[in-house]
Structure formats: C-alpha cells, structure tokens
C-alpha cells in the first residue's frame, strides 16, 4: 500500500533528509587516502548522535541477510555496488567509493547515496559517477504528479545504458517514511507511461546504480550483503528521497 503523507508530514522528513545529508557530507569529506571505512562509519555515528537521530541500517535484517546490518553506514569499494559494510579496509589512491546512509528523525526516515572517488581519480571513474547523478537527475525530473513510476524508472535506465552502463537487475528505488523501505518499488529501468500514477504526497528514495563493464550481473559476497559486480568492473550508486508534490519534486536529502 502506498502512504500519501501530509505537507507537515513532508516537512518532518526533510528534516530527517538533513541530518542524512549532513552525515554523508561529513564522511565524504573524511573519506580520504589511508582512512578506514569503519572511521568512516563513526563519522557517521557522530552526525547521528548530535542531531538526536538513530539509524535505520543498524540491526536491519531483510529475508536475503545472514545477519542483522552492522553499521550505520554502507561503504562499498570499487567493484562493490552496494550493502558493503564497513570493515578495517583502509582507502587506497584511487579507490571508488560509495558512501549510503539512512537516518531516522522524529519518526521519519531519510535516504541518501553519494559516490566519490578517493585520491587521484581515473577518468572513466569519473565518468561513472558523473552518469549516476545525471541518472538521478533525471528520475527525479521525472517525479512529477501526472506521470507513473514507469517514467522514472524509464528517465533513470535510458541515461545508463544511454552511456553504455550495466544496471543490477533487481535492485531500485523505493517508498519511504516512517519505514526506510515502503511501497512502491521504483525500478531502474522501465517503460514510460506505466506503473502506478505519481500523486502529491508520495515519497521516493530515488537510486540508480551503474555497473561499468556494461554487464548487469551481480553476487553476494562471503559476508552476505556486499553485492558485487560479476565482471569485477566498477560500480557507481547515486540515491536521494524525494517528494512529489503539485509544486514539483523536492528533494528531502539535498545537501
Ligand atoms: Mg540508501
Ligand atoms: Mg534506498
């Protein structure tokens, strides 16, 4: 069932969407040469306790997971597309890396990626992320009242494969609010003018994820939740919560 929330209700996850936007700011700016990625990690544990936040990841156990989620922050590394979790690994020059977070606020949950590169970057590392935020862009253009999710989900795929890019099947967008994940699933890619109509009121975590290699294929690693990519080519992840009103789509996690 889709949860239409109220303008006050809007306004709250905004504020929930700040303190995600704040944490991903703070370890994006940490993430450097040499740092851990469980340093990463208590950067973000730092942003949550000061704004009176908790996590939605900590203790997050889905049906796929072995065990419950360990972090607060997802770190995944390179060939990583997502779910990595936070391990003793030390940044090395050039490492790509994407950071997700989540928090909750007053009830309301917030949803956010960012991927970066550490050090020096190469240019087709750069290419990858400059894609993945048009990508989001371009979902987010396309989260308006009077179009369906088809349209978002179709804006997203047509900007990856558009630049030759792989996109894991399966994974996507998503509902959010008082749970991190709510209905309606918002796939990566799509065909316009389906899905269910966009309304004023709904809120999307919006985020695409883009394999280089061009290949879609993707497993669990040992540990249960990195997903990596199969042809151990980089991928890319960029994800805003956004709502959709009669006044265009606002964006809760805009840092
Ligand atoms: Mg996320
Ligand atoms: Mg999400």
Known sequence: MVELKTDTSID????????????????GKAAGVGVS??????VARDVLREA????????????FAPTP??????ASVNDAIVHGIPTKYRLRDG????????AKLGGWVGDSAISLVVGRPRPADLRL????????AAGIEAAVVGNRIGDIAHAIGSVCRGAGYGIPDGFGGHGIGRQMHEDPGVPNEGRPGRGLPLRHGMVLAIEPMLIAGGTDG???????WTLRTNDGTRAAHAEHTVAITNAGPRILTER
């Open 218 to 224: 993707y497993h669990e690693a040992p540990d249960g």
């Open 129 to 136: 992320i400059e894609t993945a935020e048009r990508a989001l």
């Open 12 to 27: 709250a996850m905004y504020e929930a969407g700040q303190v995600v936007a704040r944490a991903l700011t703070a370890a």
């Open 95 to 102: 490492d790509l890396l994407s950071l997700d977070f989540g």
């Open 52 to 63: 009176g936040a908790t996590s939605p990841f900590l203790g997050y156990r889905p049906s």
């Open 37 to 42: 990625l469980l340093e990463l990690d208590q």
């Open 69 to 74: 989620f360990p972090a607060v922050l997802c």
